[in-house]
């Protein structure tokens, strides 16, 4: 094996040999943080259904009952809330861990050599077990719905898409982390910008409200926010509500891609100054 | 025998705009939050001149090592080693040349990174050897060896976190010596741990010699280069200086500081920006007339000298002189504000100039090179400076104790003890 160093001029390719050679390396870091994360809580693992559910509840009091936000076919608003927020926890908390990745990592980045395309990507997979823990209690929901009326619960061949638009999220986290973590490196203002980059996301993303209250001719800007693709797809295939697949879906699709190719892009070009700069 | 690593005009340009700044206090901290949108304004409509705000870390090194080649790399602090190393083990990318390594580079620099307190030994031996680019097999297969060669067999489900500290770096220690790279990089990690345990990293690492693999092998200390090595690169301001059998380089480098005449001073250029507003001007040895020179005598009390200007008040302020003795040990450490009385009398400093003087009374040193490291910091604050071997001086012992017989003496203090004799 003979590895040729030399500096890389202009923009470097992805190189993805690397990253496959090291790919145990990704299993491990996610393995890692599995194993790290509900230490030394209380709760520990109850954690990851505890934050969807509690917000779904404070949804469903001030925007279900209050301000008497409608939902898509009269779906009873705690399901309609938390099925979108199962995927926008998932989106959040990849892209605001794979964005501090790097920075959290100082000490690998400074002082070993491995493909730094890891940190962000074990980070952005790091949250599908809290995923699959808290989609289980939305199964919880639905049958109970079901049992109590206001609700038919069906499965169909929609429940195939599902992986589809988890991808779309974790795309989309993806290609927004790498760029923020890059820059990150950097300038550390952007670890303040996160939590308020999130929450306004939140907002521009229809979590607590249907995308249907949006006007029609704004609908193909707000699906740029490819969260409101995620989202419309789980609906629809959850929950019944209309079906996303068309222009829409297509215009969140093509932008989570841009997102990540870009991103893509921008880290390799930066990432030969991490160690120097971080 | 064949090149394993060549290198060819290997340089790094470093903007010095970029380097970290070091720690502010939370009043200056808010200070500088105040002039933070001017200086951005500033900076966008006068872009910083390119050759005024770079330094070359390293500059066009170009040197081969030859398979099962022992190699020391010699350099001060700041001479480029560590960019040398870093750029060799590809954490960093150099800015020009070239660089042929045929086989895995595994380094001692990186002795317990990615370690994660919350976890227990056996997964942190996993995981780390996973960072350090091993594979799950080679691992599990070297796993028993790993646990016997670092002694913590008792604790090996027990979390990091509550393990010593020497153990730690002992299990950390153990992974990465089991790594068995082509070539194997290694940094100063000698200086910790106890007796013990230094003895096993160096008997580890000459087993990796003699198994023929090759060794780089980065120190401070002239005995271990010494022993440990045959051949070494002096890098002195990033650049190659001297390639030649250890004992030649060592005497090069010992021999080729930039103090001249016992006294070393510094110019603007030289001194980062970190350190403001600490800017240090000379460091002299006077003899007992007052004189700088470059030899003291044992018997007569040497004067050492350290001229600073401070640019701004500064709170708990101490300036320190490391001796050493020219191969590197410590002889000792003492700062200007060790005496509780100054302590309390210096505690503010203003902004001005003054001479820090110490006086290393007759009768202490033994003949032989020693050399000086400087030091100025508040403790646990900040470190505004420290320059290694920042100078060097020669001790002459003539007329001292035991002159009659004309035998170097064992030891790096010549103290003249009042002896009695008893007839009983």
Redesign the interface.
């Given at each position: 094996?003979?590895?040729?160093?030399?500096?890389?001029k202009g923009w470097a390719s992805l190189n993805l040999r690397d990253l496959w050679t090291?790919r145990?390396?990704i299993l491990?870091m996610v393995?890692?943080d599995l194993?790290?994360r509900y230490?030394?809580t209380v709760l520990g693992v109850t954690w990851a259904i505890l934050q969807p559910f509690l917000q779904m509840v404070v949804f469903s009091i001030i925007f279900g009952r209050f301000a008497k936000v409608p939902t898509d076919n009269n779906i009873p608003y705690p399901i309609f809330s938390y099925v979108a927020l199962l995927p926008f926890t998932l989106f959040a908390k990849a892209l605001n861990d794979a964005s501090r990745s790097l920075v959290g990592?100082q000490?690998?980045?400074?002082?070993?050599?491995?493909p730094r395309l890891i940190l962000p990507l074990s980070s952005v997979l790091g949250g599908l077990v809290d995923f699959a823990l808290a989609f289980l209690v939305l199964l919880g929901m639905m049958i109970y719905y079901a049992l109590t009326g206001g609700f038919h619960f069906i499965i169909n061949a929609a429940w195939l898409w599902l992986p589809f638009f988890i991808l779309l999220a974790l795309v989309t986290a993806l290609g927004v982390a790498l760029w923020l973590s890059a820059l990150y490196v950097?300038y550390r203002d952007v670890g303040y910008m996160l939590p308020f980059l999130s929450d306004t996301w939140k907002f521009i993303s229809p979590v607590v409200y249907s995308s249907t209250m949006i006007p029609e001719q704004w609908q193909m800007l707000y699906s740029i926010n490819p969260m409101v693709g995620v989202i419309n797809g789980f609906r629809w295939a959850l929950l019944g509500a209309p079906s996303p697949i068309g222009m829409g879906l297509l215009v969140s699709t093509i932008s989570a891609i841009i997102l990540l190719a870009t991103g893509l892009v921008y880290f390799r070009r930066m990432e030969?100054?991490f160690?120097?700069?971080i | 025998m064949t090149a394993i690593i060549r290198v060819e005009h290997l340089s790094k340009l470093y903007r010095i705009g970029l380097a970290p700044k070091g720690y502010r206090t939370l009043s200056e901290n808010i200070t500088y939050a105040m002039g933070a949108p001017i200086r951005a304004i500033r900076r966008v409509k006068t872009p910083a001149p390119d050759a005024m705000d770079t330094i070359y870390a390293l500059n066009d090194v170009s040197f081969d090592v030859e398979e099962g080649q022992v190699l020391g790399i010699i350099g001060r602090n700041g001479a480029g080693k560590s960019t040398l190393l870093k750029i060799l083990s590809r954490i960093t990318e150099p800015t020009e040349g070239e660089i042929w390594i045929n086989g895995r580079v595994g380094s001692l620099l990186e002795v317990g990174t990615g370690f994660h307190p919350e976890l227990t030994g056996r997964e942190n031996i996993f995981l780390n050897g996973a960072i350090l680019g091993m594979k799950r097999g080679e691992i599990t297969s070297k796993f028993d060896e790993i646990v016997a060669f670092s002694e913590v067999e008792q604790f090996i489900d027990t979390p990091v976190k509550r393990y010593s500290s020497g153990m730690y770096l002992r299990l950390a220690f153990a992974v990465a010596a089991h790594l068995e790279p082509e070539i194997l990089v290694v940094d100063e990690v000698l200086a910790v741990g106890d007796a013990e345990f230094q003895r096993k990293c160096l008997g580890k690492m000459s087993d990796v010699a003699q198994q023929g693999r090759t060794v780089l092998f980065v120190s401070h200390n002239m005995s271990a280069i010494l022993r440990l090595t045959q051949e070494s690169i002096v890098i002195q301001k990033g650049q190659l200086v001297k390639r030649a059998p250890s004992v030649e380089a060592v005497d090069f480098y010992l021999s080729a500081g930039h103090s001249s005449d016992g006294e070393r001073t510094w110019s603007r250029d030289e001194i980062s920006l970190d350190a403001d507003p600490f800017r240090p001007v000379a460091l002299r040895i006077r003899g007992p007339k007052g004189t700088v020179v470059e030899t003291v005598r044992s018997t007569e009390p040497v004067v050492v000298e350290f001229e600073y200007e401070l640019t701004a008040p500064v709170t708990g302020l101490r300036v320190g002189i490391y001796l050493n003795t020219g191969r590197g040990e410590a002889v000792f450490t003492t700062f200007d504000t060790d005496d509780p009385g100054m302590f309390e009398r210096f505690t503010n400093r203003k902004p001005g100039r003054y001479v820090s003087r110490c006086i290393i009374p007759p009768d202490t040193l033994n003949s032989g090179r020693y050399s000086l490291n400087v030091n100025a910091s508040s403790y646990r604050i900040r470190r505004y400076f420290a320059e290694e071997q920042a100078l060097e001086f020669s001790v002459d012992a003539t007329a001292a104790p035991g002159m009659q017989w004309p035998e170097p003496r064992p030891g790096v203090t010549r103290p003249r003890l009042e002896w009695k004799i008893e007839s009983l």
């Open positions: 094996m003979t590895i040729y160093i030399k500096p890389t090291y145990e390396l491990f393995w890692r194993l790290v230490k030394q990592h000490n690998m980045v400074s002082k070993i050599y491995f950097q030969r100054t160690a120097d700069l | -």
